[in-house]
T-cell receptor, first 111, second 114 residues
């Protein structure tokens, strides 16, 4: 697949298990955070976002956790499915400025 | 379908040529963006337009010139293409500025320079 040769962190999980993808961000002044999923040959697809006045937000099968103290963001996916296999990106922005993307994590779901 | 659409999907051309990539969104958004994704999947913003006005212009060679004829379109023209321009270019749009609403991406234009 397209991920061959990419030296991104890889998370392999069994179908049905929960996945946790982590992201360390750099700017303590960032006030908006967002997770994207990118499948092979496609553009990044919005999953969930969170603002700095919150520490947790839930969507359908996904939860984002924000720890501003240690500048850490995580994406939890419940009951991971084969269709969740993709590269996941976190991104941050400060006061409406540009989005700065992290390096990405490959999620592989084993059936 | 409501979407961000960009053309062409693939672009193969020789060094030194000039090429354009077009982007259109029918989401009613007023901010549009161009991103470059390199071979390591690193995604970096190049330009952003809000209501046809340039608001973000990263350190991009001036061979790259965005043009926004209206708020639903943001095209990218590249002059004198170089080998290092090979990448996937993504267009995106959002309803407001970055911190207000998530950005929605097109499926990319894969540019290969021979």
């Amino acid at each position: 697949g397209e991920s061959v040769g990419l030296h991104l962190p890889t998370l392999s999980v069994q179908e049905g298990d929960n996945s946790i993808i982590n992201c360390a961000y750099s700017n303590s002044a960032s006030d908006y955070f967002i997770w994207y999923k990118q499948e092979s040959g496609k553009g990044p697809q919005f999953i969930i976002d969170i603002r700095s006045n919150m520490d947790k937000r839930q969507g359908q099968r996904v939860t984002v956790l924000l720890n501003k103290t240690v500048k850490h963001l995580s994406l939890q996916i419940a009951a991971t499915q084969p269709g969740d296999s993709a590269v996941y990106f976190c991104a941050e922005s400060e006061y409406g400025n540009k989005l700065v993307f992290g390096a990405g994590t490959i999620l592989r779901v084993k059936s | 379908d409501t979407a961000v659409s960009q053309t062409p999907k693939y672009l193969v051309t020789q060094m030194g040529n000039d090429k354009s990539i077009k982007c259109e969104q029918n989401l009613g958004h007023d901010t549009m963006y161009w991103y470059k994704q390199d071979s390591k999947k690193f995604l970096k913003i190049m330009f952003s337009y809000n209501n046809k006005e340039l608001i973000i212009n990263e350190t991009v060679p001036n061979r790259f010139s965005p043009k926004s004829p209206d708020k639903a379109h943001l095209n990218l023209h590249i002059n004198s293409l170089e080998l290092g321009d090979s990448a996937v270019y993504f267009c995106a749009s959002s309803l407001g500025t970055v911190s207000n609403q998530p950005q929605h991406f097109g499926d990319g234009t894969r540019l290969s320079i021979l």
